[in-house]
Structure formats: C-alpha cells, structure tokens
C-alpha cells in the first residue's frame, strides 16, 4: 500500500469541495489535496433547473432583511440554529467571492443584485445566472484552484475513513488507475461527496452523481433528518428539474398505456381549469410537499398514480391544456403570464417568451420540445437531511468535516437556492476551522485491514427504494427493505482492489450502508403525529428525536467583536456542542 502524508485533505470536486480547497489554500493551508473520482463528474456540474437558483440575504430594493430575519426563516423546528444562522450570516461573503471569481448574477444599473421569490421563501433573497448556476460556480472555483496550485488527485475514489484515539488518522483512496490503495496520512478531512442519489432508482440526479455518506456513518457520525428529502417532477431521458417557467408556460400533461391510448389525466382528475392553475403553481411549489398534498402537490401524486399504473407520463409542449383559456386564468398566473409577453397559444411559444435557454437546454441534449413529448416522473431531487454537524461543518469524530449536501442542516422544508448557499457557507466554515484547530498527521503504524465488501445487484435495492420509500412511503414495505438491506451487508466478503468488480462492490456497500440508516430514519417519522421539532437523529440504524440546537446568543457589540477578533488572529472559533441533550 502506498502512503503519502497530507494535512489536510478535501474529498469531492463540486461547489462545496472546490470552495473548501480555495478557501483552504487562500488561508496559507499548504499541506493540501483534493480528491475527486472525475474533475467533470457529480451534481454541481451536471444537474440545474429552468433557473437554478442561488438563495442569499436580499441585496437590492426597499424590503428590508438581515441576518437574523434570515436565520430565523432558515431555522425550522428540526433544523439547528446554530448552522441556520452561520449559512445566513455567511451569504452576502460567499456570493460576493463568487461574482468576485466571474459568476454573473445579474445586477441593475444601479449595482443591485435583484431577487426574486424561491419555494419556501418569504422574501426576494433568490438570484440566478440561468439553468447552468452552479455550473458556472463550478468552473469558477475550479479555475480558481488550479490558478492557486492545489494538488489534485483525480480519477480517486475515498474509499474509507481511518481514525485512531484523536479522531481522524488517514483516509484511504482507490486509485482507479493503477487499480491499487494510497492511503493518505492526515489531520483533517473535508467530505463533500454530494447527496447520496445511488439510494433511488427514480432521480433527477445525474448518473455520474452516487454520494458516498457512508464514510462518515461508518465511523460513528451521526445522520440528521435523514428522513428528509425533497421529490419533485423531473424528465427522466435527460434528467433535469421541471421547475418554474417549465410549469408556468402550462404544458399538457398526458399518459400513454401500454396499447398507445393518451389521456389527459390532469385534466380528468382536477377538472380543466383546476388542473392549469395547480400546473402554474408547481412553478413555485415545484417540490412536494406534504402539506399541500390537496392543492399543488397532487400533480406529483396523480404522475405518480399513473406510473404505478404502468402508464407512461409526458408534458407536451405543443398543445395547451384542454379547457386552455387565457382569460379564465386566474389572475395570479394571468398577470405573471402577460408581464413576461407569454401570451401566445401554445406552451411553447410561451416558455420562448418567458425562458428561451429552457427550450435550448433540451435541444443540446437531443430533445425538441418544438417536436416531441418529454417524459417525466416523480424524482428525487435533494437530500435535505445528512451528516450530523456543529457550527464548523464538523462531525462527532474530531477531524471529519461534511459539506454541501452531505451535510444535515436542512430539515423537512427548505427555500429553494439554499443549498447552493450551504456549499458555500459550510465549506468556508470547515476550512477556516481545519485551519485554526492545531491537528497534526498522527505517527505511528495504523492498520492495513483487509476491505471487506458485499456483492450483488444494487437495481433491486434503488427500485424497492423508489416505491416504498418516495413521496408516499409504506412503513411496512420500509421495514422489509430494511431487514433485506441488512442481510445483504451481512454476507460481505473480503475484496481485492486489484479486482474487476472492487468500486462496484464499494458502491454498493456506501448504498446499502446509508439505505440501512435512510429507512431508519423514514420508519420512525412515520411513526410520527404531526410535525414534531427537534433533529430526528441516527445512529447505527436507530433513530430517535432529540431538541434541535436554538439560535445562538450572540454579542453584538462591535468593540467586543473587534477585540475578539484581533486576538483571534482574523477568524474566532466559537466551540459548539454537537448535540443538545
């Protein structure tokens, strides 16, 4: 087994990774390395929406904000407000860093960033570049990182976390190359590996996008709400968010059967005019949500119902809803409608008129709206839940860091953008905290272990998933899967990484693994009246409520401030206990 020795070490090349390395670099980090499977791969590069959406504090207009008003909406009853209030304090910094490093959010003439209003959101905090926005962060930050000479170790799968008595000792990395094991000797590991999409069968998540949470469950950090997750309707030949102005330029929707038959199962179900206004709502409602499983969260239900069925679910761009008429609109869809010149006949012609790019976006990957139905179903889009962390991004083992999406500071509900914000947020966290913490490469001998795996078809785990464990859940159902997943782990055998099937085998465990604690977590919500505060916590395949952290108590006062941040050196870390007792 080769070794190298490396401080401090990042693991995952999207938004939250490649900020957490240029932040690292930027604060004198020199002992350094980014780990990434592909430099190309992963959701930051490859998924967006019809106007993927960045959420920060509102930089523009007569609506007054601020930090705590943005906390406190960031603070649910099962998210902590420790993180809440980090991630809206950090916002306005990270958004500028990211304009300073060329992302074009768009500003007036005047210099104000303007904003418009995200799903779950109360205010106009909401920005975009367009369908690609955390694309463009990506290559920023990318740019940047490479301009700053980070070492990056590509085409490197992690393939476990080493700890000894102090927390973190080593991590250890597949090389897909030479087919063989380095371990890499470190202080500080900074995980961000994405959601963990291979769970599902039915994902908006891009292929090249698995997840690998269970480095961090396997080595005793927490999951929080883990049950959480947010579906929505997405195309699944291309996979891509039907958000925003793919809704609001009112499509038909349409199944198939088996024998060709169409029908206008919306329209059948709603009625024509109930079925276009919930079809304009999705626009702003896009994700289900429970709440609203009676107004605009029916749509997910009755695509659902249908693709349970057997039928084919499509939006045709070509025809109007039945019943289409611009002056029955209600007024609400009517006004947004005529202020974009969306008044054209067909959907298509208003998604032109409202977002051309949209219609673009599909035809760089072999789709024609103009031309053909898009196919669609109920997907899973964003792991809310995650990782347990404190307000540093770090976990329960000293040393072990989890960002971006990977990380548990959402909970049930969340604005639409702030995800994009976390990766951000999060990542500067950890870096200035892994900075300042005085860890150093532990000596000594550590322990080269054999690699034991399981083997095996993952398709039926990610289906039965998909149909037990969505936007409706079977307890039952959960609890079979459950008992199977752990049977598979059960049966796993010593691998060889020089052997053809090793990464697949180390895929399927990280699946089966977070599987084990996703179900957990699901059958004890369900067993849940309500909406019940606090994180639901996971540990080991158990899961249990405890009291989410509140919002800290924080001094204000700018001498005090000012003080504390002199003797600190430019950046004071504040201990937070991880968890509330």
């Excluded at 009517?334 to 032109?352: H, V």
């Excluded at 889009?381 to 990977?406: F, S």
Aim: hydrophobic share 35%; with cysteine.
């Amino acid at each position: 087994m080769r070794e190298i020795h490396i401080r401090t070490v990042v693991v995952g090349s999207g938004c939250a990774g490649l900020n957490a390395a240029d932040t690292l670099s930027a604060l004198g980090e020199e002992s350094l390395a980014l780990v990434t499977e592909d430099m190309n791969a992963g959701t930051s590069r490859n998924t967006g929406s019809d106007k993927q959406t960045y959420y920060k504090l509102s930089l523009a207009g007569d609506e007054g904000d601020s930090v705590g008003a943005m906390a406190r909406d960031l603070h649910y009853p099962d998210v902590n407000g420790d993180t809440a209030l980090c991630e809206a304090a950090a916002s306005a910094e990270c958004f500028f860093k990211l304009c300073a490093l060329g992302v074009p959010f768009p500003v007036n003439e005047y210099g104000e960033y303007a904003g418009y209003q995200t799903d779950h959101d109360v205010r106009r905090r909401a920005s975009s570049v367009g369908p690609l926005t955390s694309r463009l962060m990506t290559e920023a930050l990318e740019r940047s990182v490479r301009r700053r000479g980070v070492r990056i170790l590509d085409r490197c799968v992690a393939a476990r976390v080493i700890t000894g008595e102090n927390g973190v000792a080593a991590l250890d990395v597949y090389d897909r190359e030479a087919r063989e094991i380095l371990r890499i000797r470190c202080a500080n590991i900074i995980l961000c590996t994405g959601g963990p999409a291979h769970i599902y069968r039915d994902r908006v998540y891009p292929e090249s996008q698995h997840g690998m949470s269970a480095l961090a469950l396997e080595k005793g950090a927490a999951g929080a709400n883990l049950d959480c997750w947010q579906y929505g309707l997405a195309s699944i030949r291309f996979r891509w968010n039907l958000s925003g102005s793919y809704q609001q330029a009112l499509p038909r929707y349409v199944s198939v059967d088996a024998e060709g038959r169409e029908r206008d199962f919306l329209s059948d179900a709603l009625g024509d005019q109930e079925a276009i206004a919930m079809t304009f709502l999705k626009g702003y409602q896009w994700p289900y949500d429970e709440s609203r499983r009676e107004g605009s969260s029916r749509v997910d239900l009755l695509v659902k119902r249908e693709c349970d069925a057997g039928r084919r679910v499509y939006l045709d761009y070509r025809r109007s809803p039945r019943g289409y008429d611009r002056s029955a609109l209600a007024a609400e869809a009517r006004e947004y409608l005529d202020k974009c010149g969306a008044t054209q006949e067909t959907p298509i012609e208003r998604l032109r008129a409202i977002n051309a790019p949209a219609i673009e976006l599909y035809r760089n990957h072999g789709i024609d709206l103009e031309t053909e139905r898009l196919e669609i179903r109920a997907c899973a889009q964003h792991h809310n839940g995650g990782i347990a962390v404190d307000d540093h991004w770090q976990t329960e083992v000293p040393g072990l860091y989890v960002c971006g999406e990977a990380a548990g500071t959402f909970g049930r509900k969340r604005p639409g953008g702030t995800a994009l914000n976390s990766t951000q947020a999060g990542s500067m966290r950890a870096a200035k905290h892994a900075v300042r913490n005085g860890r150093q490469i532990p000596e000594g001998m550590l322990p080269e272990e054999p690699f034991r795996l399981p083997a095996g078809d993952a398709e039926p785990f990610r289906t039965r998933m998909t149909e037990v464990a969505g936007i409706r859940r079977d307890k039952a159902g959960m609890a079979r899967l459950q008992a199977d997943v752990d049977a598979a782990l059960a049966v796993a055998a010593e691998a060889d990484p020089a052997g053809a099937d090793f990464e697949e085998r180390l895929m399927l465990r990280d699946m089966l693994v977070t599987q084990r604690e996703v179900l957990s977590a699901m059958i004890a919500a369900a067993g849940e009246e309500g909406n019940p505060a606090g994180v639901l916590e996971t540990r080991g395949g158990v899961s249990a409520r405890i009291p989410a952290r509140p919002m800290p108590e924080r001094d204000l006062w700018f001498e005090h401030v000012w003080r504390k941040y002199r003797e600190s050196g430019g950046f004071p870390i504040a201990p937070t206990p991880l968890r509330t007792e």
